[in-house]
């Protein structure tokens, strides 16, 4: 009896980690790896050069593994097929990053033509100009129902860095995984060495 109490609850824990994972469905997203030749600029630079506008939205990865960032996108805008741009920073060459964009299920929106653009230095994008090259990401918004005119849907893109191919904003759910195969086996080991005994 206490066995059967012990497994329902392991199964019970497994079925609430994985409908977690369901929840946030409304998520697209892409891999991008950053050119081995990307002219990468100091940190200090950023501050001196008087051309760097920011009036475009960005993420930083500064001493970080992961950042992100909330935008509020028209539903007028998605009408009209614009397109959302954030810049990405602070990435190192040859590295490989994970993009997500994920907005809540209330809102009848799909996200489309994810993708990153690169920006050469003085190169004017979206009324802005810098000294050095940008990376950008950019999508669209698109209605998937009748959404109110001038509506503002947050969306939230995140920049999470890959190690071994793998985001590292999921390793904490792979250990826990592991860790609860691990009580699984542990826990059925001494009734599976048993029956194996009985057996001879």
């Known amino acids: 009896m206490q066995l059967a109490r012990t497994q329902l609850g392991q199964w019970l824990f497994v079925f609430i980690l994985f409908s977690i994972g369901f929840v946030h469905a409304n998520t697209e997203s892409i891999l991008f790896q950053v050119p081995h030749n990307f002219p990468l600029s100091d940190v200090r630079d950023r501050f001196v050069s008087s051309s760097d506008v920011d009036t475009v939205p960005f993420i930083s990865l500064l001493g970080e593994t992961m950042a992100q960032v909330t935008v509020k996108v028209n539903t007028t805008n998605a009408q009209l097929g614009s397109a959302t741009y954030i810049e990405l920073k602070d990435l190192q060459r040859d590295e490989t990053y994970q993009i997500k964009v994920c907005w ?3 809102h009848p929106v799909s996200i489309d033509d994810l993708q ?3 920006i050469p230095r003085s190169t004017e994008f979206q009324g802005t100009t810098s000294d050095h090259a940008r990376i950008v990401v950019a999508f669209q918004m698109m209605s998937d129902s009748y959404p109110s005119e001038n509506a503002m849907v947050p969306i939230q893109v995140s920049l999470i860095t890959t190690k071994l191919g ?8 792979l250990v ?9 086996v542990v826990t059925r080991a001494p009734h599976v060495l048993n029956d194996l005994l009985l057996k001879f």
């Open 104 to 106: 809540s299920a209330i």
């Open 166 to 173: 793998i985001p590292v904003d999921i390793y904490p759910i």
């Open 116 to 118: 990153t653009i690169i």
């Open 176 to 184: 826990v995984i592991v860790l609860l195969i691990a009580g699984l």
